[in-house]
């Protein structure tokens, strides 16, 4: 394996045991062991996919799309469990675009160069 | 630094160090030392560009659009150092891809766990 791929999956245990992936780890698995609240977590991914696939295709939204959309966003934003979830999401994702762009920079400082 | 950053700089480093950067470099150094190659490449991109923003705001490529488009890559690939460059570039962002592949896996399996 190369000296990349191996510096990579030491990233890669980095993250598992980074407190940000071991709070989403927590919050996804309070979700989905609650018959409910995991019901509620994947009608609203459904429902995202549905709409980004529709924009996607550029078809437009009815408004019953809308109106379903928001009541669904409604719902998990008073949902204590499920908001905490999309936080934790929101915290791995930002870490991930740090690292992306950590890792990526000899890139783009070589593409910088050209410019100065 | 968390562990995470941390890594992420040791990666990047082993990134710099790669053959596929090196080689990356050394072409893309080729290409920018040589006065005519340059503008062809910096044309090529421009033109790249120009396309991918007119297609991403849903305008329509005209004729002239497309027509200029093709002389463009015409030209590119008729040309060794940038066609070189090219090849270089596909082979860093492969690169680019499996290492985003291996350090997001604890994510990919978190939410995989759930459909089984």
């Known amino acids: 394996m190369s000296n990349v791929h191996e510096q990579a999956e030491v990233l890669e245990n980095a993250l598992r045991e980074s407190d940000e992936f071991k709070a989403l780890k927590i919050s996804f698995e309070l979700v989905m062991n609650d018959a409910e609240s995991k019901e509620l977590f994947e009608q609203f991914r459904s429902t ?27 719902k ?3 949902h204590e469990d ?22 990526t920079r000899p890139i783009e400082q070589l593409y910088q160069t050209e410019e100065e």
Chains 1, 2 share one sequence.
Do not use: H, P, W
């Not at 996919?49 to 409604?74: F, I, T, W």
């Not at 499920?82 to 890792?103: A, G, P």
């Open 48 to 74: 995202q996919m549905n709409l980004q696939q529709k924009q996607m295709q550029g078809e437009e939204l009815s408004e019953e799309d809308v109106e379903q959309a928001r009541e669904v966003v409604e």
């Open 76 to 78: 998990v934003q008073a």
């Open 82 to 103: 499920i908001s905490k979830l999309m936080e934790s999401e929101q915290r791995v994702s930002t870490l991930i675009n740090e690292i992306s762009e950590v890792f």
